[in-house]
């Protein structure tokens, strides 16, 4: 029977395709360069983290904690997100979040959604708030089936209780350590050939349709 979903947030729990873009996003600017760097594993993902926040001082050095949750409060939950959870709470499933996006918004929406276990990557602040430039690295973006497999240890929930929801290759591990891994709205060929159901709608609702049908909703 199903015990736990794994969830993505950017993209999938979100509209927004990267909260730490949506932040570059309203400073007007980029984070290209950085980007490519880490793809090209010339920068691990604490000095990727660095190197976004002193593109944010650039605009504003006094940047706090306070500052980053006003800019991404607008961020909105992808449409069905309510109903979605609504449901898993009916069947008794547990639920987490499992994204290396920023726990602001990540800890926010989990609120919202009643979901269980929220584990996402933070900012260093000092104690006024202010950040230091130093990140929190809780979910490597390249290690999200580690992440998940100690959450299912310490939940005593094995992959074939868990199915999981992505929609990019960085979400392919998520899917290893499932018996149903979901691609919504899937990105690459990667996520599409590692995923046991695909869902192309801009609507949680099916995501929880295929849940609902553990694991007979395979193909």
Same mark, same amino acid.
């Given at each position: 029977?199903?015990?736990?979903?794994?969830?993505?947030?950017?993209?999938?729990?979100?509209?927004?395709?990267?909260?730490?873009?949506?932040?570059?996003?309203?400073?007007?600017?980029?984070?290209?360069?950085?980007?490519?760097?880490?793809?090209?594993?010339?920068?691990?993902?604490?000095?990727?983290?660095?190197?976004?926040?002193?593109?944010?001082?650039?605009?504003?050095?006094?940047?706090?904690?306070?500052?980053?949750?006003?800019?991404?409060?607008?961020?909105?939950?992808?449409?069905?997100? /309510? @109903?979605?959870?609504?449901? &898993?709470? +009916? #069947?008794?499933?547990?639920?987490? =979040?499992?994204? *290396?996006?920023?726990?602001? %918004?990540?800890?926010?929406?989990?609120?919202?959604?009643?979901?269980?276990?929220?584990?996402?990557?933070?900012?260093?602040?000092?104690?006024?708030?202010?950040?230091?430039?130093?990140?929190?690295?809780?979910?490597?973006? /390249? @290690?999200?089936?580690?992440? &998940?497999? +100690? #959450?299912?240890?310490?939940?005593? =929930?094995?992959? *074939?209780?868990?199915?999981? %929801?992505?929609?990019?290759?960085?979400?392919?591990?998520?899917?290893?350590?499932?018996?149903?891994?979901?691609?919504?709205?899937?990105?690459?060929?990667?996520?599409?050939?590692?995923?046991?159901?695909?869902?192309?709608?801009?609507?949680?609702?099916?995501?929880?349709?295929? #849940?609902?049908?553990?694991?007979?909703?395979?193909?």
């Amino acid at each position: 029977m199903l015990r736990l979903v794994a969830f993505d947030m950017d993209g999938t729990l979100l509209t927004v395709a990267s909260s730490w873009r949506a932040v570059h996003d309203h400073f007007g600017d980029t984070n290209d360069e950085g980007l490519r760097k880490f793809l090209a594993n010339e920068i691990d993902d604490r000095e990727f983290i660095r190197s976004d926040v002193r593109l944010w001082w650039r605009h504003d050095p006094e940047l706090s904690l306070a500052d980053l949750r006003r800019i991404l409060a607008p961020v909105a939950l992808m449409p069905g997100a /309510h @109903g979605l959870f609504a449901r &898993l709470r +009916a #069947l008794r499933v547990t639920t987490a =979040i499992v994204s *290396g996006g920023l726990d602001l %918004v990540a800890e926010r929406i989990g609120q919202e959604l009643g979901i269980d276990h929220v584990l996402a990557n933070g900012l260093e602040a000092d104690g006024d708030g202010r950040l230091t430039g130093d990140g929190i690295i809780r979910v490597p973006i /390249h @290690g999200k089936e580690g992440v &998940l497999a +100690a #959450l299912q240890e310490r939940l005593g =929930i094995g992959p *074939g209780e868990t199915a999981s %929801v992505g929609n990019s290759e960085i979400d392919v591990g998520l899917f290893r350590r499932s018996r149903m891994g979901i691609a919504f709205l899937p990105e690459d060929d990667a996520v599409r050939a590692n995923a046991t159901a695909i869902v192309t709608e801009r609507d949680l609702g099916r995501v929880a349709d295929l #849940l609902e049908r553990f694991p007979s909703g395979l193909p």
